[in-house]
C-alpha cells in the first residue's frame, strides 16, 4: 500500500470493473491475499517488456508486462500474470500509483508458459 497516496482518490482497474478509493484497493489486496496468494509455493515475478513515459516533471505512465510463476499447494505449476499500466504523481518527496489498469494473461498464454515450468520443487526443509 506504500505505493499508493496516503489520501485522495486512487484509481484501480481490473476484470472489467474499477474502484476510486485507497480502501478499495487495499480490500483488493487483501482479498487477493487471502484466496490466492498466501497459497502460491515458490512465486517469482517477472517483468516483461515496459514502457515508460515522462508526461512531466511530476508525472509519469508505466506499461509493463508481467509473470508470477508458482506452483499449487498440490505441486502443479500455475501463472498468474498479464499487462499493467500505471499512472505515477510526483507527491511531496515521493512517487505514487494515482490510477492502474491490469488486464489478464489469457489463461491459453499462461498454460503455455506452465508447460515450461519444471517439476514442483520438494518442499523446503525445516
Known sequence: ?????????VVSAASGGFTVARDSVQRALATFWSTTGRFMQRPSWTWGAMKIDVLSRD????TARYTIPHWTPEGRPHVLGGAWTSVWARQGDRWVIIQEHLSDLPRAVAEQVEATMPPAPPPAKP
Open 1 to 9: 500500500m506504500r505505493l499508493y497516496p496516503d489520501t485522495g482518490s
Open 59 to 62: 508525472a509519469a505512465v508505466v
